[in-house]
């Protein structure tokens, strides 16, 4: 077979790779004629061939699924057509089950180069079980694969960034923290960690703080923009300003930054090398901002036609990668006419073989739907976690934050993994004064002195950016580490949603348990602050208690808050821990010290008050109010009965029931909002499972249903007292 002079040029052996990443800001325009290098001494050919059948093959796997949608044999299909050269590229240059890997929905192609089979894509479609993707759980394209590195992905756009960003700060850490090389495995000194987005997710605020991470610590992350110039049917001069993202990231310092043609599969390759190249060396991150076509609608829910002329789709009709790329090996001689079309045989006998062995696939029994849910490996509500019986305290006695602190100084001692980041978590970001200066440590001092007993690299601060904190966290955590976060005030918590609700409470569930993300966000929440007002008082608990996936952790007391945070961390779930501004350092809640290994498990409620007319169930802020309350009811002569249920998610119902039918009246109390309140569940399976036991209606005291006022005397009135609960047990008494 004859080769040219022209295909010469483009197999030969990169020598341009090494200069070229030494420069930032790099081959901004495509260049005429790239060159590419072997990879794993593959011959020239051989490597050129394998790339067009990837590329032939991820179209041929679109093209069956929008068929079998057609018939009504799958449920969803979104495409990668027309981004297969750039991602078969990147495949081409990264290694399966050594580096990571965070890609988005048209990423079908990369997929395939890294070793995921038509069978396996296939099986995502129909929805089978044995899908490594998300067996049966996620819509097909939401790439999965443990064995390849390959980390759940969803459907938020540009969730994965953040995580991806962590996944790599885990690796850089790793490298910090000599304890980790006996704790942690498959750790790699240049592993690199790709992360792709469409050029709509450019818009997303996400987007620029994984940028802002990634260059302040250079860290090796790829980041490959696919600009298909399309959100859906918004074009890219809307999304984007200037309608071009990589020229308004070409400030950022220490990311090397290019174009290339994305339809190109030499010019992709060359681009992607030296990208990868880039982040293997430790100079930081790159970004590769690839000019792709979008040939298929956004996906068969979408009509591309309703708002793209056919003029502009013929255009990029005649950009096609797989045509343009089999043409040019037909015309440089690398192949003739036959031997391409023996390799789309080949393909299209693969992918229909592998359709009618997916079609065939079993989907998820009804009955595993609740699989996965929390860890099935450590349950923090068993008795392994309960040493409260056996508790010897010693020492003064000291407040919440104290014994907060002591935990988080025990656990960081006992388990290197531990690393605790959020906003002013550190003593001094500027180490070289730690010695002059007394240290932050928190604005309520919870993380004092952790940064000056651990060092910078397991105790930091972080930009000012609550999404920020939680999706490096879900990255750190899916590495291994054991992420203890701090988002400032609960108040500001709203931006971390994404990550939160849809990332961290499901990472185990939507991937049938193949990854998981057991981080610890604490947070102050409540009021009862005098002039803490609308946005330091807040209390929405309710929230978060409704998110299959998460733990919600509430104490009332210094005590309970060591043991529960114990619990917390040595747990395998993520845990939302609720820390009440306004009990940090109440002289009536401190305790003495428990010892290094006292935990107190989750959906374990304590009584701490008996009685026998009626109970309290409460929490938080409310229970000291409710003991008020119930020592004025005493004097009426009425027997009040107080549960605190110290974990919210799950509850003691257990406590709550066989209280209940003892007392036979209930009140429910506590300082979220009255509608929609965290009380409105535990009084409605009052009244579902308990009706006969009860001699009067469920009641509930809360706050009323507006925002926390800044003037004392409007606080006092939104927020329940203990003149509201002792004015509740008296006409729950008297009905």
Known sequence: MKTDTKVLKLVRKTESTAEAVDNPVAQLAPRAVPAISREEHLPDHKLLLEMYRTMYLSRRIDDKEIQLKGQNRIFFQISGAGHEAVLAAAGMVLKPSYDWFYPYYRDRALCLQLGMTPVEQLLSAVGAEADPNSHGRQMPSHWGHKKLNIVSQSSPTGTQLLQAVGCAEASYRFQLIPELKQRIKDFHADEVVYVSLGEGTTSEGEFWEALNTACNLKLPVVFVVEDNGYAISVPVEVQTAGGDVSRLVEGFPSLYL???????????????????????????????????????????????????????????????????FGSLLIDSGVIDQDGLQRIKDEADREVNEAADIALASAQPAPDTATKYVFSPDVDPTAKEFDTEDQVQLSGNPGTMVDLINRCLHTEM???????VFGEDVADCSREQYLENVKGKGGVFKVTANLQRKFGGARVFN?????????GRAIGMATR???????????????????????????????????????????????????????????????????????????????????????????????????????????????????????????????????????????????????????????????????????????????????????????????????????GAEIAARIADELFEYLDAPVKRVCAIDTFVAYAPQLEDAILPQPSDVAKAIAELKSY
């Open 258 to 324: 290019q174009r290339c043609d994305g339809t190109d599969a030499i010019e992709s390759l060359e681009v992607m090398r030296r990208a990868v190249d880039y982040c293997r060396q430790r100079k930081g991150p790159s970004l590769v901002h690839a000019k792709v076509i979008r040939p298929y609608s956004h996906s068969l829910s979408d009509d591309e036609k309703l708002y793209r002329p056919d003029e502009e789709r013929s255009g990029d009709a005649e950009r096609d990668p797989v045509k343009r």
């Open 413 to 419: 001692a006992r388990d290197p993994r531990i690393v």
């Open 462 to 470: 972080s930009p000012l950016a609550e999404a920020n904190i939680v």
């Open 480 to 678: 291994g580490l054991k992420p203890v976060v701090e988002i400032q005030f609960f108040d500001y918590i709203w931006p971390a949603m994404h990550q939160i609700r849809n990332e961290l409470a499901l990472m185990r569930w939507r991937s049938a348990n193949d990854w998981k993300a057991p981080v610890v966000v604490r947070v102050p929440i409540g009021g009862y602050l005098k002039g803490g007002a609308v946005y330091h008082s807040q209390s929405g608990v309710s929230t978060f208690t409704q998110i299959p996936g998460l733990r919600v952790v509430y104490p009332s007391n210094a005590l309970d808050a060591n043991g529960l945070l114990r619990t917390a961390i040595r747990c395998d779930d993520p845990v939302m821990f609720l820390e009440h501004k306004h009990l940090y350092r109440q002289a009536y809640n401190k305790s003495a010290y428990p010892g290094d290994d006292f935990m107190i498990p989750f959906g374990k409620a304590k009584r701490v008050r008996e009685g026998k007319d009626l109970t309290i169930v409460t929490y938080g802020a409310l229970v000291q109010r409710s003991i008020v309350a119930a020592k004025q009811a005493e004097q009426d002569g009425i027997s009040v009965e107080i549960l605190d249920l110290r974990s919210l998610a799950p509850y003691d119902w257990n406590a709550i029931a066989e209280s209940v039918k003892r007392t036979n009246r209930v009140i429910v109390a506590h300082e979220d909002s009255l509608s929609f309140g965290y």
